[in-house]
């Protein structure tokens, strides 16, 4: 397949082209860190907004956002591939079926994401709930305000963006198992201790390590998933892999939320967590280990 003229340049000067696994994952770490930031910034926008024209206006400029968003799209333009210019051809009368089929097939035959997609499953059930388990024990275990809630919920946003900005140099200096188990296991301990503790400031430094785990992991399951698979395939084995892992979400946060309502945080979060350290450790006797997994 022929390659544009300047990744081959900067192949040559010994400089990684955008598709190297250290830009690839460079790059989605940057779209986790502007998404985390806008996650902190848009409601504190929207706060004060509110408070100097009224709710109703500050709706208005949100549904405004969003046109100009829609605007946006119309300027992104996409290069395809050279070489590609069948793929549209072998996609002609699929089902959408057969499209998840197809990559539900892909997902089976490498052994990395065939893993990836078992044991995420099982973490999806632990912690998909977690973000309204951490506001349960601030405003009705701890008795705090809603402040409280903002400051947890901003320090988790913060290790997100630490997580965006160290992923990129963690995964070239250790791989990708060590990365993802690692991360897997760090976030597992901090929810453990999450539902222990009775102070806000030590809830949120705990509640910002499970986010910096879960968002390094992320991210290099994220990168590695684009790096081994076919362009043509992405975005079916993308739709795959979303579908299957996020199957036992609304069973898990169902369980989780049950749970604590019946039980209390402390004995849920640390189920939770050493259940996320569990997944971890199995991790270590699968092919997810792998610093430097291959196309399959």
Request: glycine residues 12%; charged residues 10%.
């Amino acid at each position: 397949m022929a390659r544009p003229r300047l990744p081959a340049l900067l192949v040559r000067s010994g400089r990684p082209g955008p598709d190297h696994p250290a830009q690839i994952t460079r790059a989605n770490g940057q779209l986790y860190a502007t998404y985390a930031a806008a996650g902190v910034v848009g409601p504190v926008l929207a706060g004060l907004l509110s408070g100097a024209v009224g709710p109703a206006a500050a709706l208005a400029v949100d549904a405004g956002t969003f046109a100009l968003s829609a605007l946006g799209l119309f300027f992104v333009r996409l290069r395809v591939p050279a070489g590609s210019s069948s793929a549209p051809a072998t996609r002609a009368g699929l089902a959408p079926r057969s499209d998840l089929l197809v990559g539900v097939r892909f997902l089976w035959r490498h052994p990395v994401l065939r893993t990836l997609t078992i044991l995420l499953s099982f973490l999806t059930f632990l912690t998909i709930g977690l973000t309204d388990v951490f506001i349960y024990h601030v405003k009705h275990e701890l008795g705090r305000s809603d402040s409280a809630v903002g400051h947890v919920l901003a320090a988790a946003a913060g290790g997100t963006i630490a997580a965006a900005l160290l992923v990129a140099p963690a995964r070239r200096r250790l791989g990708f198992g060590p990365c993802w188990i690692g991360a897997y296991a760090l976030g597992g301990l901090a929810v453990a201790g999450a539902g222990l503790t009775r102070d806000v400031p030590a809830l949120a430094l705990l509640v910002a390590g499970y986010a910096f785990g879960a968002g390094m992991a992320g991210i290099c399951s994220l990168s590695l998933r684009q790096q081994v698979t076919p362009a043509p395939l992405l975005g079916r084995v993308t739709s795959a892999f979303w579908t299957l892992h996020s199957a036992l979400g609304p069973l898990g946060a169902a369980v989780l939320t049950g749970a604590v309502a019946r039980y209390g945080t402390a004995p849920v979060c640390l189920a939770a967590g050493l259940g996320c350290v569990a997944v971890a450790a199995l991790a270590t006797a699968t092919p997810v280990r792998s610093p430097h997994p291959g196309p399959g």
